[in-house]
């Protein structure tokens, strides 16, 4: 029996990627006299791998990497003027109001009451803080939590420490490998919601072919899927 649903924050309660693709158009326009659209991306995606573990996910990694990318492709050209511009758009994505997807408040509420609801995002602690309180959701949430990966061992972490059995649980998210093949292995259950954009590092190429895995098309489908799955036992 599912007494746990646990969610993902980014692109699964609200619109971030998007934010960020935004964000890459404007750099790609600042870098185009030093370089072409396709190098410029594919370049912003290595130095953003390769620092993922130094600065972690998150808006003031992908700010560092930007500029990283800007002096790599520029050979050093890029003048102070322009890493200035980089760094006010990664201002900019810090101080953007947050939109929540359609859906999100109406199906928290059909859950609240019969299943325990947490809220489990990864990122960079201040950043991710921020944007759950802008969100207006944090009083929904029975535990909210921020961590730094999202692997099997965090998962037992977390639910060993709220007393839930990995059996018990939920997870809904958007990325397949983050929020959904770490739960099926701990022996609970996937919900995955595609969203629009998703990051390069967040892809998965197939999805898995598990009984506890489900993927639905908007996150106002949870409380019928949970639902379902009560009625089998």
Not at 51 to 78: C, Q
Not at 89 to 100: F, I, V
């Amino acid at each position: 029996m599912i007494s746990v649903v646990a969610f993902d924050a980014d692109d699964t309660l609200w619109h971030t990627e998007s934010l960020f693709v935004e964000t890459q158009a404007r750099l790609v326009a600042i870098l185009e006299r030093y370089a072409s659209h396709a190098e410029v991306m594919a370049r912003l995606q290595l130095t953003e791998q390769r620092n993922l573990a130094l600065f972690g996910y998150g808006v003031k990694g992908f700010i560092l990497s930007m500029v990283e990318t800007a002096i790599e492709i520029s050979r050093r050209r890029v003048q102070a003027g322009e890493i200035h511009e980089i760094m006010m758009m990664g201002k900019a994505m810090l101080d953007a109001p947050l939109t929540l997807l359609d859906g999100v408040v109406p199906a928290l509420d059909q859950l609240a009451g019969r299943h325990r609801l947490f809220l489990i995002t990864k990122g960079d602690l201040l950043d991710q803080s921020n944007r759950i309180e802008k969100s207006g959701l944090a009083g929904r949430f029975d535990h909210v939590e921020v961590v730094s990966r999202k692997d099997p061992a965090t998962y037992r972490r977390i639910f060993a420490a709220q007393g839930v059995a990995p059996e018990e649980v939920m997870m809904v998210g958007n990325s397949v490998p983050s929020d959904i093949l770490p739960v099926i292995e701990i022996g609970g259950f996937g919900v995955h919601i595609p969203y629009a954009v998703t990051a390069e590092f967040e892809r998965h190429r197939e999805l898995p072919r598990h009984e506890r895995f489900h993927q639905l098309s908007r996150i106002g489908e949870v409380p019928a899927l949970v639902r379902k799955l009560a009625r089998r036992g």
